[in-house]
């Protein structure tokens, strides 16, 4: 185990938040607050307007002055590829376009309304060609836009009579197993994009000088720009500056896209040989970031007829868009999470992702797995109602415990709290009474209430962590005090406090002791990206471990040669000048994943969760309220429960959203909705009472006690929890999202 | 156009075009880059100021509206070690997460607790209904403006200033969708 | 988007009254365009999301009417309220007589955006912008309400009957101010209704909207005025249902009755908000919920 005893204690305790300050007094720079450099100038993108094409040319009206503007084609781009898990993908669209909003020039001027004028004096000649902009019609594959059949990935997980020789014989196993079940349930499952919608929009500012490039921006993962620069503008890595700035939210939005941004400011400085402010307005933003991916689920499964559950046969479909980006690794984490959190003794799951002429699909919250808990968990109640039982009792029947094992054969040990998490929001919501007593109607108003379990992995898949080796350097500082170096950054979710706590205690010095260096890659290792639910459980024990080595050879100088702490770290500081730890995750030793099989321990461990939702719907108009939500949810170990609490009712709200209102309205490929005033978000009217409740089943190799990661769990249950309760209220049966009133209404007039 | 009013008590003076936004105005002419934008529509009132007391988008303001006319920003609510009660309890109770909504929240909830100095919950959630968080699912704000309001009105008993608090009418009940015929 | 053009605009703000109507009866005789501006809450949001205009080409002067006090205000004379067409959605939400005589338009206030759009904006920028998804318009289509507007030529009275034509088009002239609007108010206690089915509570723009005032004598209405938004391209005055409900007794009602008339009444589209077919179902949905608390047994 790596943690011992803390000999102080803000871990577990809610101290003030350590750039809450300057966050409340309006002093905080982000990226678009930070002042004019000399001579700087801003950049603008020239992006297609048709989902899929040939770019014959680019025109630049001769009538226009371009003396003082800046165009950037791609010939101009050392490397015209943007470096993710692939690099088909173009950093400037070149001959073929893929998708609309697609880059295909870039422009920059000082003057912000010369900069307007020139966009409209530039005409992108391109040629439409038919668009793939479903996934039936990419799987179909008549038309292939994408490898040779327009498949990103597959992945194939088996258990039990699943597990054989190829494909076909896996699934006519699982198809024996279901034979031989009391019940089969069949169902399909659909959900749709969404989009962050952090309220800062994206954007950089880039200048070169003699070191190289420098970009900072709002951004989730330093390094991931770093790689992208360099592989782009053909640098070393000391020749690439990446710096973050205070981040305004994320989500997932942040993690990939920055890189382009920043690639194309980095070239728009290049050629102009000025600074180069580039920052989204909020169209631009909706238009051309990545969302979450779209998918269909199709479930059948069989169980005995008091419930317990036998067999699962799974096939997800994702749509990816135009380029990979980061789609194989959302399709994994949607298939590793499909057999939700309950036992199955056969088990056939498998999933395709594909490309259509969308903009790229990419990161958010719960990464693939929202998409397949809905349906699961959806699947979970049509399951009770096949065969009569109250759909929590089934749940809680058939839920993971310790010693079980999960789909990819994986056996569950320590800090399994799904069944802690069950009754404990069972009880706190009165989920039993107000089921019993059915759908409480008063005139035309339908009061009902539901529920969901889920469980989430926290960091890296399987040896994700051990390919990765995460870094962080913790530094010695006169008068006793340590500074963390880490490029896992604060985006809200409040890294920098939390690391300063987990440090404060590893070296038994206050939370005032410790610093947090402005994450740059000029200054910070690469602690891997701030992604995955892994920062707090992965890079924290890594700031944990690194805290205590420098903490020990302190309290070695302080026994050698007395003195207070502070003494004795200033007398080392002055005989070696600098007292550093660069410290590399090390995994836990018994996690064994094997990548082609897909089988073995998936996670280090689990958060648990179970959501109650108690909803109002309108039997007029299907407008739902959400009264009421309860989240009781196992972090391991709460390090800042005030802010643990806000990250789990945070990723409820925009659970609650996606299931209820958020949609971005297609036409032809092309988003009929980028503005907030149409993308429609919840308002603090629309947001629920939250009851949170944190339960701590620690998990030993975490920090600070026992932390787990829990910032995507809390996006995976709220969508079917919410069906749950409509249908309780109302006998709707949604399997789609978003239930907007105007989806329900037409439930209402087929059933 | 000159344009002479208050910016947080202090009298400025600037030559702008009239229509620039007030938004461009606090953060480029004056330097006051605690007002945000995230929208530039009026939907998400990252750039609520306070426009002569009253609540307002700064995006949606033209500057030559506001001669001699009073704004208050968040700048002007309290600078670190002199932090507003509020303030002080958006950093206590988790109010601000990633901060990019926390100045107009904070001005919104400035604006209801002069207004009303003992707010219920639904007080608050239709004073902030005009701010748009991505982060706190708006349950840590509600609590800091709780708790902010509590403090407020101890430090008013404390120091005996009884402050203005205008009338209290937005606290009356919200729940009569419908009047009944008598 | 473009918030850089912003810059080019010319402002005025004029004295008074006949300033105003002075310098738009000359635009217009030269055909120059010109905007009155109060709050700015759709007209700025229409200039912040067109794209930048190509060349600087003839930019309408903007005149700045926000603080004319000929144009503020907020009087109850009698049964006859008088809003100022400058007054704000947050004064109007604060006005005695109004919260007094006519709470439907409060309670309506409350469903502008959220505070910050009440705080700025204005009955007469809904009504010169004409929009059919306008809260503030469709209330005042429930009260038969009244436009003041002045010119050089003096003033006019146009009813709202009479006011809009088509698609933000109506019969106030091109260079006439909108100075006020006047409602002859229910006695008090009257019964109405406000019901909004937006995209969200707040900062929502109107799926389908209902106003509706009533006087009620028995098991009669003696008067019913009605208003909904965003079913039509106009702001639906429900002139079937005012009819129908108010020919015979409340217990003669019939839902089969109401729904038809709703249905004549209105032309829902489907947009990026929601659904043909949703609306018309909330149209007749609300509008029955109103007459069932009126005593219709629907």
């Known amino acids: 185990m790596a943690t011992s005893p803390p000999s102080t204690h803000s871990v577990g305790v809610s101290v003030p938040r350590t750039d ?86 870039l422009i920059a001027c000082p003057d912000r309304l010369k900069l307007d004028r020139a966009a409209r004096a530039i005409t992108l000649d391109i040629e439409p060609l038919p668009a793939i902009l479903d996934i039936d019609t990419a799987l179909a594959g008549k038309d292939v836009i994408w490898g040779e059949d327009n498949v990103f990935k597959r992945y194939l997980i088996t258990k039990g009579r699943g597990d054989a020789e190829g494909r076909a014989a896996s699934e006519a196993g699982i198809d024996a197993a279901l034979a031989a079940c009391d019940v089969v349930v069949s169902g399909r499952y659909e959900t749709h994009h969404q989009e ?162 969308t903009p790229p699909n990419g990161a958010f919250r719960g990464f693939g797995a929202p998409q397949t808990i809905w349906a699961i968990e959806r699947h979970m109640d049509r399951i009770a109602r096949a065969i009569g039982k109250d759909p929590v009792a089934l749940r809680a029947q058939n839920l993971l415990r310790s010693g079980d094992t999960t789909a990819t054969g994986q056996t569950l040990g320590l800090s399994v709290g799904g069944h802690a998490c069950l009754e404990a929001a069972l009880a706190e919501s009165g989920y039993h009474e107000k089921r019993a007593a059915g759908p409480a109607v008063n005139g035309r108003v339908a009061r009902g209430i539901g529920a969901s379990v889920f ?36 985006i809200g979710q409040g890294t920098e406090t939390v690391f300063r706590q987990i440090a404060a205690d590893a070296a038994g010095i206050p939370v005032t002791h410790v610093d947090f260096a402005v994450p740059s890659t000029t200054v910070v290792p690469d602690s891997g990206p701030t992604v995955a639910s892994r920062t707090v459980m992965v890079v924290g024990a890594i700031v944990e471990g690194a805290s205590r080595e420098i903490a020990e050879r302190v309290l070695a100088e302080q026994a050698a040669g007395g003195g207070s702490f502070t003494e004795a770290g200033d007398r080392l500081l002055s005989r070696e000048r600098e007292v550093s730890c660069l410290k590399v995750y090390e995994p836990p030793s018994f996690i064994q994943w094997d990548d082609t099989t897909y089988k073995g321990d998936a996670y280090p461990c689990f958060a648990w969760a179970c959501d109650i939702a108690e909803v109002e719907v309108d039997l007029d108009t299907f407008e739902v309220t959400v009264k009421n939500f309860w989240s009781a949810t196992d972090v391991g170990k709460a390090i800042h429960p005030v802010m643990c609490k806000g990250q789990i009712e945070g990723g409820t709200l925009q659970a609650i959203g996606w299931a209820l209102c958020e949609e971005v309205v297609w036409k032809e490929g092309l988003i009929k909705n980028p503005r907030m005033t149409n993308y429609i978000i919840p308002t603090s009217l629309d947001a629920p009472p939250f009851h949170t409740t944190l339960i701590e089943e620690p998990w030993p190799y975490g920090p600070g006690g026992g932390a787990k990661g829990i910032g995507e769990l809390p996006m995976d249950g709220g969508a079917p929890a919410l069906a749950a309760a409509i249908e309780h209220a109302t006998g709707l049966i949604a399997d789609s999202l978003p239930m907007t009133p105007e989806r329900l209404h037409t439930l209402a007039r087929t059933a | 156009m000159k344009i002479s009013f208050k910016v947080n008590g202090a009298a400025r003076e600037l030559d702008a075009p009239p229509l620039q936004r007030l938004l461009d105005a606090l953060r480029l002419v004056l330097g006051l880059t605690g007002t945000k934008e995230g929208c530039a529509e009026g939907e998400c009132g990252a750039c609520t100021v306070l426009l002569d007391g009253e609540p307002v988008n700064a995006c949606l303001v033209p500057v030559g509206q506001c001669q001699g006319r009073e704004i208050t920003t968040v700048e002007g609510l309290g600078a670190a070690g002199h932090l507003s009660p509020l303030q002080r309890c958006f950093i206590d109770h988790g109010g601000a997460q990633c901060g990019i909504c926390t100045p107009g929240v904070l001005i919104s909830a400035e604006h209801l607790l002069r207004r009303n100095p003992d707010p219920d919950d639904d007080a608050i959630r239709e004073a902030l209904a005009g701010n748009l968080c991505r982060c706190t699912g708006y349950q840590r704000i509600i609590e800091s403006v709780r708790a902010a309001a509590v403090l407020r009105r101890a430090d008013a008993r404390d120091v005996g200033d009884p402050r203005d608090v205008g009338d209290a009418r937005g606290a009356r009940d919200v729940s009569h969708d419908r009047q009944e015929a008598p | 988007m473009s918030v850089s053009d912003l810059r080019l605009f010319e402002m005025r703000r004029p004295a008074d009254l006949p300033d105003v109507c002075a310098v738009l009866a000359e635009r217009v005789s030269r055909s120059e365009p010109t905007v009155l501006l109060a709050g700015g809450t759709d007209w700025l949001v229409e200039q912040e999301t067109r794209p930048a205009f190509a060349k600087e080409a003839a930019l309408p002067l903007v005149l700045d009417v926000s603080r004319l006090p000929a144009l503020r205000g907020i009087t109850l004379d009698g049964d006859r309220l008088r809003i100022g067409a400058a007054a704000t959605y947050l004064d109007m939400r604060r006005d005695p007589a109004v919260l007094a005589r006519a709470p439907m338009l409060e309670r309506m206030g409350r469903d502008i955006g959220a505070i910050q759009i009440q705080a ?115 702001t639906a005055l429900l002139s079937r249902v005012r009819t129908l409900a108010t020919s015979r007794p409340l217990r003669d009602l019939t839902a089969a009755d109401i729904d038809a008339a709703v249905d004549a009444d209105v032309s829902p589209i489907d947009d990026i908000r929601s659904t043909r077919d949703y609306r018309a179902h909330c149209a007749r949905s609300v509008v029955r919920a109103f007459l069932r608390d009126l005593g219709a047994p629907v």
């Open chain 1, 20 to 105: 809450g300050t300057a966050k409340v007094t309006g002093s905080a720079r982000y990226i678009d607050d930070l002042p004019g450099m000399p001579g700087e100038i801003f950049g603008r993108t020239l992006r297609s307007t048709v989902p899929r094409g040939v770019l014959r040319g680019i025109r630049l009206d001769p009538s226009f002055d371009w003396s003082d503007v800046t165009v950037v084609e791609a010939r101009d781009i050392p490397v015209n590829a943007i470096l993710m898990i692939s690099e088909e993908q173009p950093v400037l669209a070149e001959g073929k376009i893929l998708h609309a909003y697609e880059p295909v020039a």
């Open chain 1, 196 to 357: 962050q919608l952090y309220i800062e929009p994206q954007g950089f500012v880039a200048f070169w000088d003699d070191a190289g490039v420098h970009v900072t921006g709002s951004l989730q993962c330093p390094y991931y720009v770093h790689k992208v620069l360099k592989r782009a503008l053909d640098l070393s890595s000391e020749r690439v500056h990446v710096t973050q700035a205070v981040t305004g939210g994320g989500f997932g939005g942040k993690e990939e896209y920055p890189s382009i941004i920043a690639l194309h400011a980095a070239l728009l400085a290049r050629k102009s040989r000025r600074p180069v402010r580039m920052i989204y307005d909020r169209t631009e933003d909706i238009e051309a970031t990545t969302k979450r991916h779209p998918a269909i689920v199709e479930i059948t499964t069989g169980c005995d007829r008091d419930g317990t559950l036998r067999a699962l046969k799974a096939r997800i479909l994702m749509d990816g868009g135009a380029y990979m980006t980061l789609t194989p690794v959302v399709l994994s984490r949607g298939t590793l999470h499909a057999a939700g959190a309950y036992r199955w003794q056969d088990a056939f799951i498998e999933s395709v992702a594909v490309a259509t002429n």
């Open chain 1, 455 to 490: 469980m989430h992995g926290a960091g890296f898949t399987g040896s994700g962590e051990r390919m990765l080796k995460g870094k962080v350097a913790i530094d010695l500082l006169p008068g006793g005090r340590l500074q963390i170096r880490t490029a896992s950054t604060d």
């Open chain 3, 120 to 234: 700025r904006g204005t009955l007469g920028g809904n009504l010169a912008t004409a929009s059919p998804a306008a809260d503030g318009v469709t209330a005042l289509a429930a009260y038969d309400a009244t436009l003041v507007v002045h010119s050089v030529r003096g003033e006019r009275r146009i009813p709202f009957a009479s006011l809009q034509t088509a698609y933000k088009r109506s019969t106030r002239a091109a260079d006439e101010v909108i100075v006020a609007v006047e409602i002859d108010l229910p006695p008090a206690g009257s019964p109405w209704i406000w019901r909004k089915v937006g995209t969200r509570r707040a900062q929502s723009i109107s799926k389908v909207a209902l106003a509706g005032v009533a006087v009620r004598e028995g098991d009669r209405l003696t008067r019913l005025g009605l208003g909904m938004a965003s079913v039509a391209p106009v």
